[in-house]
């Protein structure tokens, strides 16, 4: 438990700035007039599922964690990628999210629901004018990517190119060619396709930030309210195993165990097998067995002193430390 402290003064939201976020939860209903086919509905499944993965393998275990590397192209496509989701740029969501570590569920958390409440961490703190900004010193090793500072300040470039790709695709599939894209065609494509699946994501996504420290059970004393809940883990593709993150924040999984299902883990596992990532950052024994970091340290010294000695008189390399590099 974090102790008590005064919460900081948070500024409410200034509602002639987020007219566009409004308009996108009203856009679905735009399926009212045109209609939806099973095609939309598909490209709603798809583009939440495929979305989600970037969202929690790129801005999140990547970006804002460093959970394993990459090359310099495959980094921008994931930020690309993760973009997409129109959760603002790589660069914006790492540095909040780093803050959000740091001073989990104490007043300088930008979305601690115990000190804010409900609606502040799900949406208030990204509505309200405070966390607009990028703070490029927390992402330093990040904003030294010119390419990804670009692609951070011009952060519709992703989503709007996806709108405009699946209201083609709506045009060609449902009205059998791309000049039906303007029309019920493809526009039911970009209302359910496109617009339905970001909200969903959006709000997928905050619940991370908001429940994720209120429902469920903690494995580990983390000095936060961080939780496990499977229900939230099938949801997120494994963000739900969100008491386990906080514990060990720099692990690529973050379903610890076997049958704490990261389906987000699995893909991570699936882009290394053919190369396009690599170094995934697991979690030490000492870790995964102990109950807090003091209790992990014991068990980490007694793990080093049960080693058998090397054959020579080299020195055995120290376990891997659970320290956060970044
Ligand atoms: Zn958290
Ligand atoms: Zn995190």
């Known amino acids: 438990m974090t102790e008590a402290a005064t919460p900081e003064v948070r500024s409410k939201p200034i509602l002639s700035q987020e007219i566009a976020f409004g308009i996108v939860h009203l856009l679905p209903l735009g399926a009212l007039f045109t209609g939806a086919t099973f095609f939309d509905w598909m490209v709603c499944l798809f583009l939440y599922v495929s979305r989600m993965f970037w969202i929690t393998g790129g801005y999140h275990r990547y970006f804002a964690h460093k959970s394993y590397k990459t090359s310099r192209w495959f980094q921008f496509v994931i930020a690309f990628m ?38 502040y961490s799900h949406v208030g703190w990204i509505v309200g004018p405070d966390f607009k900004e990028t703070d490029y010193k927390v992402i330093g090793d990040y904003a030294k990517y010119p390419e990804l500072v670009w692609l951070n300040k011009h952060y519709l470039v992703a989503p709007v190119s996806l709108a405009v790709f699946v209201t083609a695709l709506g045009g060609i599939v449902n009205g059998g060619s791309i000049t039906t894209m303007f029309t019920s065609a493809g526009l039911s494509t970009l209302f359910i396709g496109f617009f339905l699946s970001t909200v969903i994501l959006y ?124």
């Open 82 to 119: 993760a973009q997409t989701s129109a959760q603002k740029g790589a660069l914006w969501w790492a540095a909040h999210h780093r803050h959000h570590h740091r001073y989990s569920d104490t007043p300088k958390d930008p979305h601690s629901m115990k000190v804010y409440g409900f609606w």
């Open 203 to 326: 709000h997928a996504t905050f619940s991370i930030n908001s429940i994720m420290h209120y429902f469920g059970k903690p494995r580990y004393k983390t000095g936060d309210e961080s939780k496990n809940n499977l229900l939230l883990a099938l949801l997120t593709l494994g963000e739900g195993w969100h008491n386990n993150h906080h514990y060990y924040e720099v692990a690529s999984r973050q379903g610890f165990f076997w049958w704490e299902i990261d389906i987000s883990y699995y893909i991570l596992r699936g882009l290394a097998a053919v190369g396009l990532i690599w170094d995934l950052k697991e979690v030490p024994k000492h870790i995964l067995h102990s109950t807090d970091k003091q209790n992990a340290q014991e068990l980490r010294k007694q793990m080093e002193k049960d080693r058998p000695p090397i054959a020579g008189g080299e020195v055995q390399k120290p376990l891997e430390e659970d320290v956060v590099d970044y």
